[in-house]
């Protein structure tokens, strides 16, 4: 099987579960969990409201680099597997 220029966040999803989930989905529920908890304790919204755009920010980047680092990687097993 060729290695395709396309890599999904799902392909890297099903391989590294544990990996994609911590870089990708728990900053962004932690920006939401401090947006919620800004609001129960009367903290202004720009405060918490620019955190969670920080998180967000941060797991898009992050996101973004692991599936270069898979990318490569995939790439590298497929090339010296053929050796």
């Known amino acids: 099987m060729a290695v395709t220029d396309e890599i999904s966040f799902w392909e890297m999803y099903r391989e590294l ?11 962004v529920l932690l920006g939401f ?3 919620l908890n800004g609001y129960v304790h009367g903290v202004a919204i720009t405060r918490t409201g620019a955190f969670a755009v920080v998180m967000a920010i941060a797991a ?24």
């Open 17 to 27: 579960p544990v990996r994609t989930t911590l870089a990708s989905v728990v900053p």
């Open 33 to 35: 969990a401090q947006v």
């Open 60 to 83: 898009v980047l992050v996101t973004r680099y692991h599936l270069v680092e898979f990318y490569r990687r995939r790439l590298q097993r497929e090339l010296y597997a053929e050796e």
